[in-house]
């Protein structure tokens, strides 16, 4: 299989840089996946679980939203932020989640909906870390 090169950055940290096979990413538009020779693309990227194939490996890093950037020179996601799955404090995120859901009550419109719409996401990567902890 032919590769290509990927980096993932974050404001704290250059958080993986290499030659992958593949890179599936969760976008705003839906989740989409990278392999060499992709057309050029920018994409807006949601917060979930971003995963990079390379020689018969996966591994997996939880993103919160960024940019995706395809081109001749590979792959490169600007992420807010990038946290491995060994890396991820499960109770700290737990927290997180429970304080975005205590803080709905005070949103309305379409503030509401924004908030209801990342809320899922949230809870999405919290179930997909817990199924991926039992495998």
Known sequence: MATFHFDLVSPEKLAFSGEV???DIPGVEGDFGVLAGHAPVVAAVRPGILTVFTGGTREK???LGGLAEVSEKGLTVLANVATSMEELDRAKFAETISEMEAKLAEKEGSELDNAIGRLDH??????QVSTTALH
Do not use: K, P, S, T
Not at 122 to 127: A, E, L, M, N
């Open 61 to 63: 890093i939880i993103v």
């Open 122 to 127: 949230f809870r999405d990567i919290q179930q």
């Open 21 to 23: 096979d593949q890179v």
